[in-house]
């Protein structure tokens, strides 16, 4: 809502700004993303089902272009982190150490492939899965992931042929197909125990890593926060 939207902003102490926008005006930007809405597993998934998400709950692809569209300077790279990712150190420093690293995708797995038994394997859209064959579908933990320009401008053309998918595939997928492209993974040394899709860490677990003083524990990314 535009009241939480506020709220972030305020909290934010003037650091930053708050894109504001709703699933009808994400599927206005990207109309494919009604036939990815309307396949077995998406329309079936009870959180849909029930109206707890929208569709940006698992397209945070089109999420980022909609925002990245609408600024008046375009960076040449962005970093996307889930709100329940948690750093153990500065990310100012974090952000800085990849400063030299050209890649057009960073994220945790780079050859990761899920297979048909995936609960989304056919959350995409036709003309995504007549232009990737099985073999070059991948898929990646997406709870920080940095895209370069050029991958966002791709990812944003593509859409407007009619090629989408879940968001853990849709990335990885097109990136590691392009010939332009450069793909990398995140290295492991910066990824915390957990750093997963159904990873938990408490308030007092957090507690624990951050004023710790095992070395091991700091300088590392951790999903998922939930408190």
């Known amino acids: 809502s535009r009241g939480r939207a506020r709220r972030a902003a305020a909290a934010l102490g003037g650091l ?9 005006a994400l599927v206005a930007a990207y109309p494919c993303l009604a036939a990815a809405a309307a396949t077995a597993h998406v329309a079936g998934a009870r959180e849909f089902r029930t109206g707890a998400v929208s569709l940006a709950w698992g ?32 990310l100012r420093e974090f952000v800085g150490r990849f400063d030299a690293e050209p890649a057009d995708l960073l994220t945790a797995d780079a050859g990761h ?32 992931q940095r895209f370069s320009r050029r991958l966002l401008d791709r990812l944003h053309d593509l859409h407007g042929r009619g090629v989408t998918a879940w968001s853990e595939a849709l990335a990885v997928t097109v990136c590691a197909a392009a010939p332009d492209l450069v793909l990398e993974r995140l290295p492991p040394s910066v990824l915390g125990d957990p750093y997963a899709h159904d990873g938990r860490v408490s308030e007092r677990a957090w507690r624990d890593v951050v004023d710790g003083r095992s070395a091991r524990r700091k300088r590392k990314l951790y999903h998922a926060l939930k408190f």
């Open 16 to 24: 930053g700004r708050v894109h504001v926008y709703d699933e009808r």
């Open 59 to 90: 397209f945070h692809c089109e999420c980022l272009n909609l925002w990245y569209r609408s600024l008046a300077r375009k960076f040449d790279f962005v970093w996307k982190l889930e709100d329940d990712v948690g750093y153990s150190g500065d």
């Open 113 to 144: 492939r899920p297979g048909s038994r995936w609960w989304w394997a056919d959350a995409a859209t036709p003309a995504y899965l007549a232009a990737y064959a099985p073999r070059d579908r991948l898929a990646s933990r997406e709870h920080a």
